[in-house]
């Protein structure tokens, strides 16, 4: 049984084309609907199952209709990852299980107001449950807000979630290095740069972790347009591949 991870979007909050920005990436998103980047999101089927991973397309009901995914696993309750839930949580039918990190906070009031969602689902770091067969295990990330990512787990396929993150904790990391991962899908808003970054990767972090995990398949996702611009002249190292709106991985 195959595993497949879909991006449905790339891009951090800003996304890509960027409001009022004239630079080349922005320009080539505007004219070129294959360059645009949405909030960084994906699709995961496995089992004839499918996942929500994130929910921060604003018409996330429109893409997906009711009875089309069976939950929504989050990682994290900032509203570029949840902005969807708002409308959706007010449809009729069926209970929607929400599974994410242990944020009293929530975002806005969600938790106040959930209508059909089922924020009940809290998961623990390092604590692997199943999803029809699926198994997840939550991961710290190093985020502004409570984050997961998640390693998603079938008898023959591993693939890592981690975006939304500087860097990874270190047993985020000897967890990895340990459960070695064939993909990896991970943050990297910026191109490379001098300082340490605070809430999202650059390349240079990016590299230096994958030094130590050495995951034969890494993929950019939550590019910003600064790095979007970068790319257009630089290219990336071995290895390393750029996420796009759309991209599907399959693994057997």
């Known amino acids: 049984m195959s595993l497949t991870l879909t991006l449905t979007g790339t891009g951090g909050a800003q996304l890509v084309p960027v409001f009022g920005c004239d630079c080349a990436a922005c320009r080539r998103a505007r004219a070129d609907a294959q360059y645009r980047r949405r909030p960084c999101s994906a699709t995961v089927k496995f089992n004839e199952a499918v996942t929500l991973l994130d929910a921060g397309i604003p018409h996330l009901m429109d ?5 089309s995914f069976q939950q929504i696993l989050l990682t994290h309750y900032h509203m570029d990852h949840v902005q969807g839930l708002f409308p959706l949580r007010w449809g009729v039918g069926a209970t929607i299980p929400v599974y994410g990190p242990p944020d009293e906070a929530g975002c806005d009031d969600l938790f106040k107001h959930p209508g059909i969602l089922d924020f009940s689902h809290t998961v623990a770091p390092f604590v692997t449950f199943e999803l029809q067969g699926l198994r997840v295990t939550p991961l710290p990330l190093n985020h502004s807000k409570l984050t997961y990512g998640y390693l998603l787990e079938s008898a023959h396929s591993r693939v890592a979630w981690l975006s939304d993150t500087a860097g990874l904790p270190d047993k985020t990391a000897k967890f990895l290095l340990n459960n070695r991962p064939r993909a990896m899908v991970i943050d990297c808003s910026h191109p490379p740069r001098p300082e340490t970054p605070r809430n999202h990767c650059d390349l240079n972090t990016v590299i230096a972790l994958n030094e130590v995990i050495s995951c034969p398949q890494v993929i ?7 790095f979007d611009v970068w790319m257009m002249d630089n290219p990336l190292p071995s290895g390393i591949e750029a996420g796009y709106d759309g991209m599907i991985l399959t693994l057997e």
Do not use: D, M, N
């Open 220 to 226: 950019l996702t939550h590019i910003s347009h600064e």
């Open 63 to 67: 893409e997906w209709p009711a009875g």
